[in-house]
């Protein structure tokens, strides 16, 4: 079954403790991205990879940090968590070369920084 | 400023009945369009696209109308039925791989039985 699969799904932390959302993909996909969920403010991307090796900031890269080392994996790192990263955040993978229907996304990981 | 804008943040609609859902963009580049749908607990799942050259796409109970002039599309779900009752997202996009997919923030719908 194509997944993509993330870790934990919910997580109550501390300020400044480093936290680590693990995502993996089993469809051999080059690219994949990490979303935030906010109330009225939709989807938002946060960092992206096309590759291995390869990344890039979204729209809201600002206190994340993220790395490919291997193609199905693509870890979400908060070196200092705050409050202001609460939120419900989505993995996502995709072929690269086609948008057309093809964006998977995991379950959700819901986050909150006290 | 939101390229892609879903100005109702939430919609009730009787079983049976159709459901609209509307969607603006901003940005004339787009040209292609999607619809995802998300319930509780879960990811979004795509639901149905539109590519620019056409204005009108169907797929059983889920119809989605472009209105490039307007930047307008809509999606329509007739009939509603309880198990619609979901967040959707519109999205747009390039028509490459290159081009990013930005979301709307998404409008709740509710079905009542």
């Known amino acids: 079954e194509a997944q993509v699969t993330q870790n934990p799904r919910y997580l109550i932390t501390v300020t400044g403790k480093k936290l680590t959302v693990t995502c993996s993909q089993n469809m051999n996909h080059e690219y994949m991205s990490w979303y935030r969920q906010d109330p009225g403010l939709g989807l938002r991307q946060i960092y992206y990879?096309?590759?291995?090796?390869?990344?890039d900031k979204g729209d809201v890269p600002e206190g994340y940090k993220v790395s490919r080392k291997e193609k199905r994996n693509f870890p979400l790192i908060l070196e200092s968590p705050s409050p202001n990263q609460t939120s419900l955040y989505f993995c996502a993978s995709r072929p690269w070369g086609r948008v057309r229907n093809t964006i998977y996304f995991g379950e959700g990981s819901w986050l909150t920084v006290v | 400023d939101q390229q892609v804008k879903q100005n109702s943040p939430s919609l009730s609609v009787q079983e049976g009945r159709i459901s609209i859902l509307n969607c603006d963009y901003t940005?004339?580049?787009?040209?292609?369009f999607l619809w995802y749908k998300k319930y509780p607990a879960e990811g979004p799942t795509f639901l149905i696209s539109?590519?620019?050259?056409?204005d009108k796409n169907e797929d059983g109970r889920f119809t989605v109308f472009l209105n490039k002039s307007a930047k307008h599309l809509s999606l329509h779900i007739v009939p509603s039925q309880p198990g619609d009752s979901a967040v959707y997202f519109c999205?747009?996009?390039?028509?490459?791989?290159?081009?990013?997919?930005?979301f709307g923030p998404g409008t709740s719908l509710s079905v009542i039985p």
């Open positions: 940005n004339s580049m787009f040209d292609y």
């Open positions: 990879s096309m590759n291995v090796e390869v990344t």
């Open positions: 999205a747009a996009s390039g028509e490459t791989s290159y081009d990013k997919v930005i």
């Open positions: 539109i590519s620019s050259i056409k």
